[in-house]
């Protein structure tokens, strides 16, 4: 059961313009949520959270935001770089500190 | 502070056969979740240890095992291979299962033949 969706596979954008990676969830007992970035042949590191008492999230070039009654996060990067290019993971994690990933989107950014 | 160690990094095996992966968490992280990651599919869950115990199981067979020593290292097992195992392991640790974030290690990748 896909309880979290990333619907774009794949994104393309030029470097110093705003990546906007999105993800969707269905189980309204998500209480957290999470972005991971994953470069090949590495492990995915965590990037930024947001708790779902909030709506918005900013660290750096990265923000996330969620829209609780969407169902919907995204992440927001700005100005974007060549090095941001890799594979993001949303994940959400219930009260019971179960787990879900997304099926990842995979960002190239453009010099 | 070292990070999440998995191994082997590569492994090829045949179908029918077993494989057994090692992960060593982070000094002090008493949870390990194991994920595999296939294209398409994302990260899905295996299972979570804290404390030599299961806490989660994710939605896998029973050809897929796991257990936990008293030093937090783990170990994941699948027996009777198939081409569908193909995937890339990853192991995570946080310091417990309350921990939001988790840091994972590299990953193990297995090609079933």
């Known amino acids: 059961d896909q309880q979290v969706k990333q619907n774009s596979p794949s994104l393309s954008v030029q470097e110093g313009r705003i990546s906007i990676l999105n993800c969707d969830y269905t189980n309204s007992m998500f209480d957290y949520f999470l972005w991971y970035k994953k470069y090949p042949a590495e492990g995915p590191t965590f990037l930024i959270s947001i708790s779902s008492i909030k709506d918005k999230n900013e660290d750096g070039r990265f923000t996330v935001f969620l829209n609780k009654s969407a169902k919907h996060l995204s992440l927001h990067i700005v100005p974007s770089q060549p090095g941001d290019s890799a594979v993001y993971f949303c994940?959400?994690?219930?009260?019971?500190?179960?787990?879900?990933f997304g099926a990842g989107t995979r960002l190239t950014v453009k010099p | 502070k070292a990070g999440v160690t998995q191994t082997p990094r590569y492994l090829i095996k045949t179908r029918g056969q077993q494989v057994t992966l090692s992960c060593s968490p982070i000094?002090?992280?008493?949870?390990v979740s194991w994920y595999q990651q296939t294209p398409g599919q994302g990260l899905q869950f295996l299972f979570e240890y804290f404390s030599e115990t299961q806490r989660n199981k994710g939605n896998f067979p029973g050809r897929f095992s796991g257990r936990q020593f008293s030093n937090s290292r783990s170990e994941m097992n699948v027996s009777t291979l198939e081409l569908g195992d193909s995937a890339l392991y990853l192991c995570?640790?946080?310091?417990?299962?309350?921990?939001?974030?988790?840091?994972f290690g590299p990953g193990t990748r297995l090609t079933v033949t």
């Open positions: 000094s002090g992280h008493r949870s």
């Open positions: 994940a959400a994690r219930d009260n019971n500190n179960d787990m879900r």
């Open positions: 995570a640790s946080s310091f417990d299962p309350r921990s939001y974030e988790q840091y």
